[in-house]
């Protein structure tokens, strides 16, 4: 059965392909969230003519939702002829802008030397693409399978995922008992098993000033000077101390497996896209968002006291400091255990077509794994699938053809192996 399975995969080769290019052919670019619509019903229409239910659920009422960017996931499954559990692949359709430095037509799909060449085809339309023919090849080789089989692209996973699996899963659509396996082909290398991701807190903080011409500074209170202390403070005390502490994660890359913090973005003064001459003016408020990744040792509350004890320190010892901290995004660290079933299904996958041990990891940023976690209550979910995680959001981003094909195999008997299916 196994080998008429892994048969049926190969002689889709030149389909993963095409639809690979189609997907990649949409310009599902986020933001602002453009072209979600027919992306999903690419992949609805293609898995309605293979008997699949089909549902397209619009966010509504989530970030960046409106009437000509509508936030539209798509979600289908096929039930058995028998009662059984459900596997469930998810991906995201949504992409970021192309940047530049591109070589190839960014939304061209473009073939050569073996591999799919545009923006989104290592992260993730390859993944997803190689899920559906993994689960068509399925279908043709054993179409009297039990429990259900669920396939679902959704959107905005690159700002957050609110208005995709957040949703959904507010809704119940990645909760037991509709689902009990999932798997997110994300693209950690066709080899490794993502068991889930790093904390991560985002925040805002805004020091606070006085206004005044600029020729009399003195006579204002300069914000931007007030976050200058922020920033010092973290160079000496925070960034230090976040460098020292390390994680028993199996967190890729190396560096990954420290605590972080990022500077997104600092704004002070004029507001931003002003195209004339600035007027001469103190600045009164000065905004700074952070990004600060952390390790499932460590815990929320202990990550925020590390910046409000150097603001609250700041605001007793430096004259006039005043501050605003708002939270922006707030998710725990989520790893699954490596004895799981869809863990050890895929592992015996990797094992059977690669003919190797898997690697098992964590992702140094957030993926859409922690909604199913933290709303749908589901643990049983890792990320696997083709592509290489440092070609994502580059120039010139492709995935392997071999890559797709591999990774449909591995999944393929995955899912025979969650629905307890005999080899």
């Known amino acids: 059965m196994l080998e008429a399975l892994f048969r049926r995969v190969e002689d889709k080769r030149d389909d993963v392909v095409a639809l690979t290019q189609d997907l990649i052919r949409i310009p599902t670019i986020n933001p602002p969230g453009e072209a979600y619509t027919p992306c999903a019903e690419l992949i609805g229409n293609r898995l309605a003519r293979r008997g699949f239910q089909v549902r397209y659920i619009r966010a509504e009422d989530t970030p960046g939702d409106s009437a000509r960017y509508p936030r539209t996931n798509v979600v289908a499954r096929i039930e058995g002829r028998r009662p059984g559990p459900c596997v469930h692949f998810n991906s995201h359709i949504d992409v970021v802008e192309a940047g530049h430095g591109w070589t190839f037509d960014p939304f061209g799909g473009e073939v050569k030397d073996g591999k799919v ?22 279908l043709e080789a054993m179409p009297d399978f039990p429990g259900a089989i669920e396939i679902s692209g959704t959107v905005d996973e690159e700002s957050g995922g609110f208005g995709g699996v957040a949703y959904l899963a507010r809704l119940g659509m990645f909760s037991k008992p509709r689902v009990d396996h999932v798997i997110i082909p994300e693209p950690l290398n066709k080899d490794r098993i993502c068991l889930g991701h790093r904390g991560v807190w985002w925040a ?5 000033g006085s206004i005044a011409h600029g020729s009399m500074p003195f006579l204002g209170d300069c914000a931007v000077r007030h976050m200058g202390a922020v920033l010092d403070r973290f160079e000496t005390e925070l960034f230090p101390k976040l460098a020292a502490k390390h994680t028993d994660m199996p967190v890729v890359p190396e560096g990954a497996r420290s605590s972080t913090l990022n500077i997104n973005s600092v704004h002070g003064g004029q507001p931003e896209g002003f195209d004339g001459l600035p007027s001469p003016c103190v600045p009164d408020s000065c905004r700074m968002v952070i990004d600060r990744r952390y390790l499932i040792e460590e815990s929320l509350d202990e990550v925020k006291d590390e910046v409000m004890s150097i603001l609250d320190d700041l605001t007793r010892t430096r004259q006039n400091f005043d501050y605003r901290i708002r939270d922006l995004m707030e998710v725990i660290p989520t ?5 799981a079933p869809v863990v050890r299904a895929v592992a015996d996958g990797i094992r059977e077509v690669l003919a190797k041990s898997p690697d098992y990891v964590i992702s140094p940023g957030s993926y859409d794994q922690k909604h199913i976690a933290r709303i749908g209550h589901l643990h049983d979910c890792i990320a696997y699938g083709p592509g290489i995680l440092d070609l994502a959001h580059r120039p010139d981003e492709f995935v392997g053809i071999d890559d797709m094909v591999d990774s449909a195999k591995v999944m393929a008997q995955a899912t025979m192996a969650l629905l307890g299916m005999a080899r």
């Open 117 to 138: 060449y545009g923006r989104g085809a290592c992260d993730m339309k390859g993944g997803l693409a190689a899920s559906i023919i993994a689960v068509e090849a399925l």
């Open 335 to 339: 790893m699954t255990d490596r004895d």
């Open 204 to 208: 805002e903080i805004e020091t606070k």
